[in-house]
């Protein structure tokens, strides 16, 4: 078995559904992954499905299209025929999904960007320490 973790954007909303026969809840959607450095990047799809109270956890936390998460799941390999006719092709499946949102910066209105501090913010104050000295080493 081969697990993936990785951050990418949800590319569309997503809402639960229910399997056929077992009325197993479950939502699939796909995750956007950028890849490489930002003036070559390429951009990796992955089909992801979710099941069970983890479905339902994904929906009822608000995440949709352009929410910024971490998925870690199995991967597989998904074979699928083109809508253009020109044969098939395959995508890659994440499934057995643990999810989390990525941090990031909130927008106080759709002009203006969250404040940043102008000055260091000092956590601690901290004693210098002369390392020169062997007999205060801990070890």
């Known amino acids: 078995m081969t697990t993936v973790n990785t951050i990418g954007r949800v590319t569309t909303d997503i809402a639960v559904q229910f399997a056929k026969g077992s009325g197993r809840p479950y939502v699939k959607f796909y995750l956007a992954v950028n890849e490489g450095p930002i003036t070559k990047q390429t951009t990796i799809y992955f089909s992801c499905v979710i099941f069970g109270d983890d479905a339902e956890r994904i929906v009822k936390a608000g995440v949709r299209k352009g929410s910024l998460i971490e998925a870690n799941g199995r991967l597989s390999v998904e074979e ?59 070890f």
Not at 124 to 136: I, S
């Open 80 to 138: 699928f025929d083109r809508t253009n006719g020109n044969g098939r092709g395959y995508a890659l499946k994440l499934t057995d999904i643990r999810w989390a949102y990525v941090p990031t910066a909130a927008k106080k209105s759709s002009n203006e960007s969250v404040d940043t501090p102008t000055e260091p913010i000092i956590v601690e104050e901290v004693e210098e320490v002369n390392l020169d000295d062997e007999d205060d080493l801990p």
